[in-house]
């Protein structure tokens, strides 16, 4: 690809021989695919969307990311596809949806669209050709997926369903999720691959590209704060295992804990517990998170970040007094020395020497303190610069492949890439310093002298080695790059290299040491920033340019908006070599998968990794559960039953039986509850919004019919009478803070002669409002109980509803529809909050009414009876105190009403006064 042209739009390569496989089974038999992380199951989705882009077909995808369907609807246009997908959203009208089902083709759709137009036979279910569902490893029985294939099901016994995912280790919990899932899926195969699987390692090994390994040795003050961060885990973990014995000790590992799935593990234990949870466990993880990051920025980022975030979490304890008892440990105050050690030296002043080497810089601060700079160099950076060397000289003799390949560098997220392209660019010391001063406002001086003393200079400190199994094939590199790294004279990067011979090709000869004196000067390292600026016409908003010819990348693993974007720059720029900054399992796959595609076509994976670090103890744990997880799916696999009926097509399967829920249960005959509507079919009106939680899937699975509208008062309308008003515990705080649900309950008060609040927990949540220490004996304006309690005194006939699960809540429905009849869909759609069709019951204004509820003397019980009696507020004001008693029916509140309407203020003051 030539630089200022256009990126090439590139097909998705043709399948492999064992992709083919696989597809020739699938197609044979419905069934779940889980493949390793990496391995294409994106591309056995596309094989499938690619054969099905037809209007003979109605082929509906499920679980799909809006950035993954534009990338699918990229890759099959140009692939030249004339029947692409389409997306159903809610900006197509709900009355045009079943022309667009009709036109057939691939249907990329919500999955709360989906399920409204199941149920009010919008799509038309005979029609469907099949299912794709991608991310099969969520198919939960009361997610809402599970719920359309329940109703593809039920409607269409013919349809296949295929399921995809490459999350193996996600099957690992809980009890045979593997099996559960295959049940909600309605297939009855299991198809497993692996990346040991024969086929799979038999191929890629044919077509592996060339893989130089180079383990980075920490530095000794980086080796030390790993260690301490490590003590400091173990000791955390050790303190949280002793005051909760009930926790896994397998999942409480030093290992496990230095993985990134360890927040989701312990908060999935400890979640349920959380309300009787003191304050020691709940810091503890909380310490626990913050180690972990520290571990994380020590491998991923400079020497200045790091201290950065080590000082202000000192700060920060400070300033709000809650001490961790980690910052007590001996090992805190290890790796707090070592930190600052690794950025300044604070030198005695008996031993200090002027000038004692070029690494110092002293900078004084205030009178008396005086610190030298360090500026450590992060270990990788210089690895990487001796590989982009390496390659520079392999490019000036590739005429025999063609010219100079393209180089594609890959760090782990945006951050890390805009600190690689700083010092790709700028240079080591010229970042840090700049860095430094921006991160702990030194004086504008110090970034001169430190360039000076530079320049001054001639020697450098010794650099770690560098070392790379014996077995890769470059051979001779290793002795190559000692003898480079043995050198004291610091070398430019390649683009200072190609900055300096553009610039100077016309200035006639320079001598060495002046082209270094100009790289090492900020003004010049500013200029060849601007000089390597260029536009560089790719998919992906997230690279980063840095050298035109050859084209050199820098683009981040993780953290980007479209997940395809790595992939796209990759098949578009097709570079030679790729240098894997940090270690990603997916991508790895990713480049195997690329280099067996273009058999013929060399590519060198330069992998830098830290040796003996947590860094490469992560890969290596992803590593081994992956394996150990397709392990367990394998032995699952040889002892599962699966019945004859699993997939549905008859109706035999008891998963598509719903419950028999109807007004001809029991009922109380001895009030004649039974002869009201014999054999009538349950049914419920719920809100159309309502459909993006589980509730209505359960309310259907119990037998009971669901009307979807759109309801502007309450969330499902049980009866004529009852109307719910669902909210979660967050959406309950919010709504009471905010006086949304003050306005609702009025609403459902007015139309509705039981009105209703649910309040619906999470099940994997303590079933609590408030935890035991948040309980206060005194009324709070903000405690949530209290308000709630000042909300059911305002409104009498409010009922709560207190349900653990959404499970609860559908039996709870089914119990209050028992023996009542039926809401009308139509009737529920046309109350809204400005209705003025009103009950015969709420014939008065409802502002006039909260007035007359605020007077002393007023109560629920007398409201309605004054209201009748009296046209108005100010008929009220001119009736006497006998009248009065007559109406309300007594005489204390007559007087108490009649006191407060004709009292006057100043005889109210002088009461007052009289008092005092």
């Keep these: 690809m030539q630089p200022g042209l256009p990126a090439q739009r590139k097909a998705m390569a043709p399948l492999l021989e064992y992709e083919r496989q696989l597809v020739l089974e699938l197609l044979d038999t419905d069934g779940l695919v889980v493949c390793a992380r990496g391995l294409g199951a994106d591309r056995l989705l596309y094989h499938f969307l690619r054969l099905h882009c037809h209007p003979a077909c109605l082929v509906l995808v499920l679980n799909t990311q809006p950035a993954e369907e534009e990338y699918f609807i990229n890759q099959l246009k140009i692939e030249g596809v004339e029947h692409l997908p389409r997306r159903v959203t809610n900006e197509i009208a709900s009355n045009s949806r079943y022309e667009v089902y009709t036109q057939g083709g691939i249907i990329f759709a919500t999955s709360r669209i989906l399920v409204v137009d199941f149920l009010t036979d919008r799509i038309p279910s005979d029609l469907i050709t099949g299912i794709l569902v991608y991310r099969a490893h969520r198919i939960i029985e009361s997610c809402q997926e599970a719920f359309i294939l329940r109703l593809f099901r039920q409607k269409n016994k013919r ?87 009930s926790l896994e ?178 240079g080591a010391e010229a970042f840090l310093l700049r860095l430094y001063r921006k991160t702990f406002e030194k004086d504008s001086k110090a970034e001169e002298v430190w360039m000076q003393l530079r320049k001054d200079d001639s020697s450098k ?42 610039e100077l090709e016309g200035e006639g000869d320079v001598e060495e040491g002046q082209q270094r004196e100009i790289s090492s000067s900020p003004e010049s390292c500013l200029g060849e920033i601007k000089h390597e600026e260029f536009d560089l016409n790719l998919s992906s908003d997230a690279a980063y340019g840095l050298l035109k010819d050859p084209l050199t990348i820098i683009h981040p693993l993780l953290g980007c908006s479209d997940p395809y974007a790595l992939t796209r720059v990759l098949h578009e720029v097709e570079p030679r070599y790729v240098v894997l900054y940090d270690a990603e399992l997916t991508f790895v796959r990713q480049l195997e998968i690329y280099r067996a595609s273009r058999p013929g076509k060399p590519l060198r994976v330069y ?23 397709f392990e ?101 705080i919010g709504s009471l803070n905010n006086g949304r649900l003050y306005s609702q309950c009025v609403s459902m008060s007015r139309y509705y002669k039981r009105p209703v609040l649910l309040i619906e927990f999470d099940p994997s949540k303590p079933f609590s409002l408030t935890s035991r220490g948040a309980l206060f004996q005194e009324i709070s304006s903000s405690d949530i109980s209290s308000k709630l309690t000042l909300l059911t005194l ?77 046209k108005n507020i100010a008929e009220l004001a001119t009736l006497p105190q006998d009248k009065l008693a007559s109406i309300l029916g007594n005489t204390g509140n007559a007087k108490q009403l009649y006191d407060f309407i004709h009292t006057t203020y100043a005889e109210v003051l002088s009461k007052g006064k009289m008092r005092k």
């Design 159 to 245: 349809g296949f369903i295929k399921a995809f995912t490459d999350n193996a280790v996600a099957f690992n919990t809980g009890f045979c999720h593997v099996e559960r899932v295959m049940r909600n899926l309605f297939v009855k195969k299991l198809y497993l691959w692996p990346r040991f699987h024969v086929a799979v390692h038999s191929f890629l090994e044919q077509h592996k590209p060339e893989v130089v390994e180079i383990h980075v040795s920490m530095t000794p003050a980086m080796l030390a704060i790993q260690t301490a961060i490590l003590d400091i885990l173990n000791a955390c973990l050790k303190e949280l295992k002793c005051h909760n014995p």
């Design 249 to 426: 000790v397998e999942d409480l590992s030093l290992e496990n804990a230095i993985g990134k799935p360890f927040d989701k593990t312990i908060r999935h234990y400890l979640d349920p517990l959380w309300h009787q949870l003191g304050a020691k466990t709940k810091s503890l993880v909380q310490d626990l998170k913050i180690l972990r990051t520290l571990l994380l920025y020590l491998s991923q980022y400079d020497c200045v970040t790091f201290l950065n975030l080590l000082e202000s979490l000192r700060a920060t304890e400070k300033a709000f007094g809650q001490n961790s008892g980690w910052l007590f440990l001996d090992s805190s105050t290890s790796m707090f020395v070592n930190a600052r050690a690794r950025v300044y030296h604070v030198p005695d002043a008996k031993t200090s020497k002027t000038g004692k080497t070029s690494e110092i810089l002293e900078i004084k601060e205030g009178q008396e303190t005086k610190k030298e700079l360090v500026l450590e160099n992060n270990p990788k950076w210089e690895a990487l610069t001796e590989v982009l060397k390496e390659i520079e000289a392999e490019n000036k003799e590739s005429e025999a492949l063609g010219g100079p390949g393209q180089v594609l560098i890959c760090a782990s997220d945006d951050r890390t890439c805009s600190q690689l392209k700083d010092y790709l660019t700028a």
């Design 461 to 502: 400190r010794p650099v770690k080695s560098h070392k790379r199994p014996k077995d890769t094939h470059n051979k001779d590199w290793a002795s190559n790059k000692d003898k480079a790294l043995k050198r004291k004279r610091r070398r430019l990067t390649l683009t200072q290299m190609m900055g300096n011979s553009r």
């Design 607 to 629: 992998f830098l990794i830290y040796g003996g670090s947590t860094e490469e103890q992560r890969y290596l744990t992803a590593l081994r559960k992956e394996k150990e997880a």
């Design 632 to 732: 367990k799916l394998i032995r699952e696999k040889a002892s599962m039953v699966v019945p004859e009926e699993r997939e549905g097509r008859d109706e035999t399967n008891l998963d598509l039986a719903r419950g028999t829920a109807s007004t001809s249960t029991p009922a109380d005959t001895r009030k004649a509850g039974g002869q009201e509507q014999n054999g009538t079919q349950h049914s419920i009106v719920v809100d159309m919004r309502e459909f993006r939680s589980e509730l209505p899937s359960l309310i259907h699975r119990r037998g009971i019919d669901i009307e979807p509208v759109t309801l502007e008062v309450g969330d499902y309308i049980l009866t004529p009478e009852m109307c719910v008003e669902r909210k979660s515990i967050s959406d309950l």
């Design 794 to 870: 305002h409104f009498p006939r409010l009922r709560l509803l207190w349900c653990p699960s959404p499970h609860a809540t559908a039996e709870l429905f089914e119990e209050l529809k028992q023996n009542k009849p039926q809401p009308d869909a139509a009737t529920a759609m046309a109350i809204t909050a400005d209705s003025e069709t009103l009950p015969e019951s709420e014939k008065y204004s409802p502002g006039p009414q909260d007035f007359l509820l605020k007077m002393p003397g007023v109560n629920a019980k007398n409201c309605r009876s004054l209201m009748n009696h009296v």
